[in-house]
């Protein structure tokens, strides 16, 4: 079946725009993350979806990170006025639901910022 | 503030050799210790998990080590091969924090043919 699957593949752009990234969880799945993996740095922790409740953002880095899951399913994350310092690998994962502890992740989002 | 600490950065090992990578964790709420593996340009995927009320799993040639009075785990790598070449992240899940995984920093892997 289909995997976690993430758009765009590579994004590149100038330090002061606002970017969007997408993340399609496995069908299915209720709970949805999102993480950060900064070169030679283990994964990071940004926000987490489950189902209807409100979501875990405690791992957002600033006021310019938000994320929205629409639907239960397509989650969008975006970072406003980025910043150099954010260019790194977006990772998504989903799992079948609260507490399931194995999250499937996608292919990431390779994010430059110029 | 790290919370899963691993090591080594790097490890080369010749085929058919063990390869030992380490992780100590502080969080003494953490229920959940999973390993993933992950290739170039690919995703992370679970590899081995445990739980703190067993000392040690093995799945195949993966093996998890787990010491909860000292606060480590360690995966082992029986007869490595150069397919095993990528790399590997220990992580850790809180009982309290359903969705967070808190992961190590990684090591590469290569295992020379």
């Known amino acids: 079946g289909a995997g976690v699957s993430q758009s765009p593949s590579n994004k590149v752009t100038e330090k002061g725009k606002d970017v969007e990234l997408r993340c399609d969880p496995i069908s299915g799945h209720t709970a949805l993350y999102w993480y950060r993996q900064s070169l030679g740095q283990g994964l990071e922790f940004l926000i987490y979806?489950?189902?209807?409740?409100?979501?875990?953002k405690s791992g957002l880095p600033s006021d310019r990170f938000s994320a929205e899951r629409t639907g239960g399913s397509v989650s969008t994350l975006t970072i406003q006025r980025t910043q150099q310092e954010d260019s790194a690998v977006y990772l998504c994962?989903?799992?079948?639901?609260?507490?399931?502890?194995?999250?499937?992740f996608g292919p990431g989002t390779r994010l430059t910022v110029l | 503030q790290q919370q899963v600490k691993q090591s080594p950065q790097s490890l080369i090992v010749q085929k058919g050799g063990i390869s030992i990578i380490n992780c100590a964790y502080e969080n003494t709420a953490f229920d959940y210790f999973p390993w993933y593996q992950q290739f170039p340009g690919k995703g992370p995927a679970l590899l081995i998990a445990i739980r703190p009320d067993v000392s040690e799993k093995k799945e195949g040639r993966f093996t998890i080590s787990f010491n909860k009075s000292a606060k480590q785990f360690s995966l082992h790598i029986m007869d490595s091969q150069p397919g095993d070449s990528a790399t590997y992240f220990c992580a850790a899940r809180g009982t309290t924090s359903y969705g967070k995984l808190t992961f190590g920093q990684g090591t590469i892997l290569t295992v020379h043919p």
């Open positions: 994962a989903s799992s079948p639901g609260q507490g399931e502890t194995e999250q499937f």
């Open positions: 979806f489950q189902g209807n409740s409100a979501p875990d």
